[in-house]
């Protein structure tokens, strides 16, 4: 999790204008020498609610969708100083963070939602993003997270849902808006935010990003890296709209490897003067001077709509992106308490090492999608319908490419590492390639029908197309005569995928509901990689079918205190079949395992007064893997890892005149590692990432008109912690120190 720098865009003269006008013009008389600063104040802070999701699949107000949607607005995120996607999700439960498997660290943004991984299934403007990176907040205008089956929104892969970025675009009026923040561990960051209307239609709006810092409490970890988004727009406020935007990232960081967990909480090792071993220090750094991650990533978006009547619209869609990926990477292996022949002994913990491995990660992502959908409000059989239809093209590429290594990678001193130690070290490109492709063509069609005042049914189907290409190169290369060889390994499989949904819409009263839903999704092999499998056991051999997920949630959302305040609560249950386990008898690879992931989740957003602002929520669940079995000893896996049974989240702000204090607190609990029924936790390697809270704390005032000044403290207590561990538990990623950013944001 990076924590690179903090901003936040200040008002827009436009928005002001337009609350002024909005004030009637009696109360402007009586209180005429204060409504104007309060106005002034509350546009500078903006509102944490969004009544409404940016994804037409979606035609009902949230209050009326039968299903949990949470929207995190720009206002929301700027308060918190949040730059990356990461520091936006922390105002949902429910989503944790995966580090990688063994000596691996994964790349990029790498959440996980109810017991699956969310890393394919986050999108932007409703397209699939692909991609290793870690994505900025300095182009969204909101963060939506879906949560639940979501196989008739999306297609494929969508077990537990997923994260829909909708990107700023231009609109009528002039703004221009900028931030510099800088901050502890020399935190540099700036952006700007210009819209300039062309015409009485048209308008063009630039966001752009600059920054360079280092990350809180680790030495030898920097970020740095520019962003770029163009938007224009045509035909506003008239029938027929045309949007070109673009969006270009560049990221240089040195990547993390993460610190050995020795001595943390619940640490074990045989050896017993290891197990009473102090911890490493936490800024230690245990890669090499030339570790390095570069990021490109490039996107172009072309949207058309045309209403073809005033109760329906017609739009298109058209994109084309491209990622690269290029990192080195130093990983971290086991710990070396006892070599006599290498001089390591128990008895000096000097000696101690660790072993590492060297890590080439050359990838590219390759997206092309055409969209085209229509809504419409129509009455039919006397019922009023909403209805939401569409179909997609998609082509999807990944290339992964290897590359020649020479020499070898030395341990590290555990305690006191040398970042100049022998290392191996990468050549070009050796004509390797780990590689695939999907094509999808999809048809979709929702429909909310109101029955009457009280009662409506929404339901929705999705029929996707789908044909997947892997074809792996390996390069040998003979020691001997230095010849090499290349064997191709091509695997196919195509299926067709059928996901649905329906729901039920009780209004008790105007302002609220109580509703009832089932939703399914399939993942079909080689769903999060494009990367088929010949190997009996593997979930991505293409003999398999499909995994099939089903989602039943009992909900009910309220609008209260004259509707400026959002509150949900849901009950539900996710449950994946199909999973691929082994029989404990004969060995045989079969599809009989489940994952079944229920709770409760409840949370609320907006004001609880003109000056009050929360958003919140917790979410309790209960994970269970039924009939998995990885070998013959008898003890199945009964839980699913890194799922926590209890997450809460929790950000309020009040303003008092120009001052506005906010604060903070997050809570995760245990996270097990080990899931296998019948284990000695006690002789496990970190078993659990134990519990913890992060408390933070903003304060905000407003210098002029134009100008306000932000400090955020995060951690405010310096809480100590684990925020993620790889899977072998030798490896930790710990929670950033207590850290400060002040921002200075400006209207000109």
Known sequence: MSQINRFKHNKSAQLLALLTAATPVGALAQQDTVLPQVTVEEAAQGTFKVDESANPMFSQPLVNTPKTVQIIS?????????????????????????????????????????????????????????????????????????????????????????????????????????????????????????????????????????????????NGIDNSGEGLAFSYAGGLGTGTRFNLFTQHIRQNNKPDGGIPTIGLEGFFNANAQARAAARVNPENFYGEANDFEKVDADMVTAKFEHDLSPNTTLRNITRMGKTKMDRVLTGLGALVVDDVALGITPADPSTWTVTRSRQRVDRENTILANQTSVNSTLNLGGLEHDLAAGVELLYEKEANYTHSSTGTTTNANLYNPNP????????????????????????????????????????????DQYSVDTNNITATTDPVTNVTTFTTTPLEDSDRLFSWSVGAVYKPAENGSIYTAYSTAETPPASSNFQLSGTATNTNNPAFSPQETENIELGTKWELLNKQLNVSAALFRNENDKQVSLDPVTLLPLQFGKTRVQGLEVSAVGQLNRFWQ??????????????????????????????????????????????????GARYVDEQKRVITTGTNLATQNMPVIPSYWVADAMASYQLTKDVSVRLNIYNLFDEDYIATLNNNGNRASLGEPRSVSVTVSMAF
């Open 74 to 218: 720009k206002e929301t995120i700027q308060e918190q100083g949040g730059i990356s996607l990461t520091d936006a999700l922390r105002n949902t439960p429910g989503i944790t963070l995966q580090l990688g498997e063994g000596g691996n660290t994964a790349a990029g943004d790498t959440f996980q939602l109810r017991g699956f991984s969310l890393q394919n299934n986050i999108f932007v403007d409703g397209i699939r993003d692909l991609g290793a990176i870690s994505r900025d907040t300095f182009n969204l205008e909101q963060v939506e997270v879906v949560k639940g089956a979501s196989g008739s929104e999306i297609g494929r892969g969508a077990s537990s849902g997923f994260i829909n970025l909708i990107s700023k675009q231009a609109h009528l009026g002039d703004t221009n808006l900028g931030s510099i923040t800088l901050g502890t561990a020399d935190q540099k960051r700036a952006t700007i935010d210009m819209n300039r209307q062309l015409s009485e239609t048209s308008a063009f709006r630039v966001n752009g990003l600059v920054q360079d810092s280092g990350v809180d409490g680790r």
């Open 614 to 663: 929360v958003i919140g929520g917790f979410a309790k669940t209960s994970t269970k893997q039924i009939d998995q079995f990885a070998t013959n000893n008898g003890n199945p896996t009964d839980g699913v890892r890194f799922s926590p049974d209890l997450t809460a989240t929790l950000w309020t702000s009040y303003q008092l005149d120009k001052l506005t204090l906010g604060g």
């Open 420 to 463: 100049n130690d022998p290392m191996a070290q990468f050549g070009g490109r050796n004509g390797g390639e780990a590689g695939g492709e999907v094509t999808t063509l999809s048809a979709y069609v929702f429909d909310t029908i109101k029955l009457n005042d009280k009662f409506s049914i929404n339901g929705g189907a999705r029929i």
